[in-house]
């Protein structure tokens, strides 16, 4: 079984209507992210969390809330999709750099992906 | 804020070695990571440097000058496998408050016979 799971795998949705992807790990990690993936843009940060009560915005996070139920568990909605939301959506976790040392590496383990269409 | 530059497509033949360049303008720097993804999969963490210098793991190395602001991955004996995208990553220095990684857009290495 995936350390990082994601669901759904893929979606399409309709403009203006509301959806859900979720996140739960397994690996123990207090911190979690979402991303994006678009074609020739790379990964953008969206949210990020570091432990339950800390939330964070990222790069790129209008259109978009986040919500970190538990420590293993962290949700992107969006309220009402638009066609540019159209994307892959990974999530994320990592251990504190300074858990593995002062030159941890703060390695990212990721989910499998979401690939959301808005139409 | 964070700007980083990669090549977007690289082409190379099995069994050659191949370099994938990175230059980055950042506020603050605590290190550069790679990632390799392939196509419709998650990225995977390669390698981080922190300090000048070369961190080899097997057939893969990666380098770092913090003076240049540049790194590259080498990947050396390449495999028809290593066709993937692969994206550096600069983490913010930790004294500006954050852990942030903040990806390139990518290089997209195709291996060929």
């Known amino acids: 079984d995936a350390d990082v799971t994601q669901t759904p795998r893929n979606r399409i949705t309709k403009t203006g209507k509301r959806i859900m992807l979720e996140c739960s790990q397994t690996k123990g990690h207090d911190r979690m992210y979402w991303y994006r993936q678009d074609p020739g843009l790379g990964l953008r940060l969206i949210y990020y969390s570091f432990d339950v009560k800390d939330i964070n915005k990222g790069e790129i996070s209008d259109g978009y809330s986040v919500s970190r139920q538990a420590q293993a568990k962290f949700s992107l909605s969006l309220e009402s999709a638009i066609p540019n939301q159209t994307a892959l959506y990974f999530c994320?976790?990592?251990?504190?750099?300074?858990?593995?040392?002062?030159?941890?590496?703060?390695?990212?383990?990721f989910g499998e992906g979401s690939r959301l269409t808005v139409l | 804020g964070q700007s980083l530059e990669q090549p977007s497509e690289v082409t190379a033949v099995e069994g050659a070695i191949v370099q994938i360049n990175c230059t980055y303008q950042?506020?603050?720097?605590?290190?550069l990571s790679w990632y390799q993804q392939h196509d419709g999969g998650a990225p995977t963490f390669l390698s981080y440097?922190?300090?000048?210098g070369l961190e080899e793991t097997g057939r893969f190395s990666s380098f770092l000058s913090r003076s240049d602001s540049y790194g590259y991955l080498l990947l050396q004996e390449l495999q028809m496998k290593d066709s993937a995208s692969y994206f550096c990553a600069v983490r913010d220095s930790p004294w500006a408050g954050s852990y942030q990684l903040t990806f390139g857009k990518g290089t997209k290495l195709s291996v060929i016979p």
């Open positions: 994320a976790t990592s251990v504190p750099t300074g858990t593995s040392g002062p030159l941890g590496t703060g390695e990212l383990f």
């Open positions: 440097n922190a300090l000048d």
């Open positions: 950042t506020s603050g720097f605590y290190g």
